[in-house]
């Protein structure tokens, strides 16, 4: 049964509706004019006139453009639908934001989410009435963005380490699962920050 | 597709009819010549239904005959619009769906849906069109405001099928604008459309890229208020008013619709005023004779509505936000009546650092919009115009424990899919449930229900073994499309869709054969009622003519031949046979001929001889 939306078994790869090969580092602006490109060909609009066939074929492919340049167009996304796509993460367990919510907490940061997850408990309850509980968690938060950049920067490296692999024809499966380890501490330590930042500026 | 296809403005407080001449938008005006049409419908005591102006002296002399600003009730349920109808005159009929049902309207002798009560508007956009061109019209182009979720835009799809129009597609408010914009303009850059109507608030952050001859509108990011609009401005004038004749002469009119809705017409008069003038005066007459007076200067009505305009803020913000803009936007747009509010192009400056563009009319820019995109699907015209819209909330599905899985995020670029994998407990289970939401929040009770999908058929196997695939699909409309699969056997699973607030397939389907009738019996009412129209002013011609010096000068015999034709066709008039009734005044007519010969009077000549009979004064 052909039509636009039989879900399909595989995964899109979408790197090859870009034409691009699998690498982590990519040039963005180009990547959007290529979207554009392609937009203009394929979406419903230019189909409004044509066979049913051929109208769901447009909303196939066109949704599968736009789930593709997301996807590609956004650093972190770009990485870990690599993983997706090289089988090293599972795909099942979802978290906000498309981030895949980390299970554990990273060995080396055991002592200060405890002593974080304290000062929490004392502001969720006490409110932040007493200033020294205010000044860690504010100081904490410091803490916590610096190792984010951090992460931010060897996952960088890290890309470019995965793509000198691929060009020099090895599999490089070393890299992903440094890549998926780096992921798994970034998004805790943002999620940890999501948390300070609500306690520390109640939403209206 | 030789017909044209019409762009609509299905506005809260007015709607529009746009279509494209070549690479001109031309707005199609009413019978009486103009381009607005209130959306308010009424039901005369006739049995006739009358949309726009004419509906207008209804909703003031018999509030329960008409319904205005229904678009606030589409694709809601009675639960939803329990404290909106408050405000209303408008009756809700108690269902037997209970709370979650369907919102039905009492209108005069009839009970009707709101996608029903569009449709009257829809119809009438779809009559002008026709007179317009000579031609019928089948196919449109409908706005809806960027924020409307899943059931409101299905609310709106039905509604055009109802109408007799196979909606082609469901554009939102403010991309329509930008459109309009960019045809006018053809500008690169970002720009924000700020749409605050009559119900509904928008804002949109768009991009236009212009490259090889073409423009390409691509929206960044979407935000709004579906219950935030000019009718809440008048809300406050209203109450102050009720307030201070309770106060102030002792009567207490609240609950009065005639009194409401006459108040309603002068408060929406100073407000139109308050834009131009300092000040503007409430004048109103009451049931008791008494008269009620208020002057209101500017400053009073910007404090009054304040906080109604700062409920825009932080929908803009969040939408400036996720467009993850670096600076200022380039242009904005303002679309609807209340942009013409001085405070809100003040505040819209303030909040995007720009003056904003006030080249365009806000009133017909989104049906031009509209008639650009209709262009654009008829393949004749704006092809080098593509339109790039997203979806406003985010799509997910209830898992365990009443948590939102999401599986579409809010601002992705439609059409936009997901497909997710589900599985069996027991063994030989058939069927899957499946509850999807829309919303940003965590909690399913959060978030606003769409439907509940039934995935059937399923191959019987042991409990976990079937793998089935759902896709997702938000198709270019922002309306979800849903299908499945079961991957092992490669078997499709039924899918009965049971959507939360709406009508269902074979509800729309029974108000399209409705309708019909309804377009048979309409226009046959329109016969009789034009025919009663005509035959009641021969009547009157042929009195006036008694009193006439030449009467007395004709043959007794051809008196008593022209009472005698009178009286057979006083007696058709309360038929419902026109076509009896055209034969009645055609032989009054013949009859007489020699009397309005002898009469001086030429205006009366002329309506005797059945020459122009609506040009006798």
């Keep these: ?204 | 597709m030789a017909e044209r296809v019409i762009g609509i403005d299905l506005g809260t407080t007015n709607s529009l009819v746009a279509y494209m001449e070549g690479q001109t938008p031309v707005v199609i005006p009413g019978e009486d010549g103009l381009n607005l049409v209130p959306s308010i419908v009424a039901l005369t005591p006739a049995g006739d239904v009358v949309v726009g102006n004419p509906a207008r002296k209804w909703l003031i002399e018999a509030p329960e005959r008409a319904i205005y600003s229904v678009k606030r009730l589409m694709g809601r349920s009675q639960a939803d619009v329990r404290d909106e109808i408050e405000r209303f005159h408008f009756r809700v009929v108690e269902e037997s769906g209970g709370e979650a049902g369907i919102v039905r309207l009492r209108l005069g002798e009839r009970i009707l849906t709101p996608p029903e009560i569009s449709a009257y508007i829809l119809r009438q956009l779809k009559r002008n069109a026709e007179r317009y061109f000579g031609a019928p019209v089948r196919h449109a182009v409908i706005t809806v405001p960027a924020y409307f979720n899943d059931a409101q835009r299905q609310a709106t799809v039905d509604a055009g099928r109802i109408a007799g129009l196979e909606v082609l597609r469901i554009v939102n408010e403010p991309t329509a604008a930008a459109l309009a914009y960019g045809l006018d303009k053809k500008r690169q850059g970002t720009f924000a459309v700020y749409d605050l109507g009559g119900g509904t608030f928008d804002v949109s952050i768009l991009r236009l890229e212009d490259s090889e001859g073409e423009s390409l509108f691509h929206v960044q990011a979407t935000n709004g208020d579906t219950h935030l609009g000019g009718d809440d401005i008048d809300n406050l004038l209203l109450t102050i008013a009720l307030d201070d004749i309770r106060g102030d002469l002792g009567a207490d009119y609240f609950r009065s619709a005639t009194v409401v809705q006459g108040l309603r017409a002068q408060v929406i008069a100073a407000k139109i005023a308050l834009s131009t003038a300092s000040s503007a005066r409430l004048e109103f007459v009451l049931p008791n004779g008494k008269k009620y007076r208020r002057e209101i200067t500017r400053t009073q009505f910007e404090e009054l509505i304040s906080p109604t305009l700062d409920r825009t803020v932080p929908p803009c913000r969040a939408a400036l936000a996720d467009a993850k803009l670096t600076g200022t936007v380039d242009e904005v747009v303002l679309v609807g009546g209340s942009t013409r509010i001085p405070r809100v192009q003040q505040l819209v400056q303030e909040l995007f650092g720009r003056q904003p563009h006030c080249g365009l009319n806000p009133d017909e820019v989104v049906a031009v919009g509209a008639a650009v995109q209709a262009g654009i699907l008829s393949g004749g015209g704006s092809q080098d115009m593509l339109l790039l819209d997203v979806t406003p909330l985010s799509l997910g599905i209830e898992t365990m424990g009443g948590v939102v899985a999401r599986i579409i995020h809010r601002n992705s670029t439609i059409p936009a899919s997901a497909t997710e994998h589900f599985t069996t407990w027991v063994e030989g289970q058939t069927n899957v449930a499946i509850h999807v939401l829309q919303g940003e929040r965590e909690l399913a009770k959060d978030c606003r229900s769409l439907a509940r999908f039934d995935l059937r058929e399923i191959p019987p196997m042991a409990a976990g073994l079937p793998r089935i695939a759902v896709k997702f699909l938000i198709d270019a409309n922002g309306i979800l499309n849903v299908s499945a699969i079961e991957e092992r056997t490669g078997q499709a699973a039924a899918i009965q869709v049971k959507p939360t607030y709406g009508l269902n397939d074979d509800q729309v389907e029974q108000m399209i054969l409705d309708s019909f009738d309804n377009a048979e019996e309409d226009l046959r009412q329109r016969q009789v009622v034009e025919a009663r129209n005509e035959a009641q002013l021969i009547l009157d011609a042929v009195e006036r003519a008694r009193r006439d010096p030449a009467f007395a000068t004709i043959a007794p015999a051809e008196q008593a031949r022209i009472a005698e034709l009178e009286a057979e066709l006083r007696s058709q008039m309360a038929s419902e046979d026109y076509g009896l009734m055209r034969t009645k005044i055609e032989a009054l007519n013949d009859g007489t001929r020699h009397l309005a010969e002898l009469m001086m009077n030429s205006a009366l000549k002329a309506a005797l001889q059945g020459r122009n009979v609506q040009e006798v004064g």
């Design chain 1, 1 to 204: 049964m052909p039509d636009a939306v039989s879900p399909t078994a595989a995964m899109a790869d979408y790197f090859a509706v870009f034409g691009l090969p699998r690498r982590l580092l990519l040039d963005v602006p180009g990547l959007e004019r290529e979207f554009y490109r392609q937009s203009r060909r394929l979406h419903p609009d230019r189909f409004a006139r044509a066979a049913r066939l051929d109208q769901d074929a447009a909303l196939r492919q066109m949704s599968q453009l736009n789930d593709a340049f997301r996807v590609l167009a956004d650093p972190i996304a770009r990485i870990v639908y690599l993983l997706d796509l090289g089988g090293v993460r599972r795909r099942d367990e979802r978290g906000d934001a498309g981030v895949e919510r980390a299970p554990q907490v990273p060995a080396e940061l055991l002592e200060e989410v405890f002593e974080l997850n304290m000062a929490l408990d004392e502001a969720r309850s006490g409110g932040l009435t007493d200033p020294g509980t205010r000044r860690q968690l504010v100081q904490a938060q410091a803490d916590f963005q610096e190792k984010l950049e951090v992460v931010d920067a060897a996952l960088l490296e890290r890309a470019a380490a995965w793509d000198r692999a691929q060009d020099a024809g090895e599999t490089g499966g070393d890299i992903l699962q440094q890549l998926s380890s780096l992921l798994d501490r970034r998004s805790y330590l943002r999620n940890l920050l999501r948390d300070v930042a609500v306690v520390l500026v109640p939403a209206p």
